[in-house]
């Protein structure tokens, strides 16, 4: 069995994977576009599920991961219209 541990920060994002015994198996990284400007810092929603969609197909291409815990960045949100 391998568990993965995602973490989706404010740059990027990045997955990795262990054994059951707790050994490193591999890991996968990538960056997103950031934009800050007057204190405020915006990412593209649909960059992130990109990039999470990378580093998790990168990573399962090394181990067949059974569980993955997510962490993520805080007070954020987004915005979606009735079409989402």
Known sequence: MYIGGL???TTGCKISVYDD???FVCNSYREYKVSRKG???EIDASAIF???C???SEASAS???SAI???SFGESFVALDEND
């Open 69 to 71: 815990g997510v962490t």
């Open 7 to 9: 973490d989706i920060g």
């Open 50 to 52: 990109d990039a999470v």
């Open 39 to 41: 204190g405020e810092h």
């Open 21 to 23: 015994k707790g050994a």
């Open 63 to 65: 181990a067949e991961i």
């Open 54 to 56: 990378q580093v998790i």
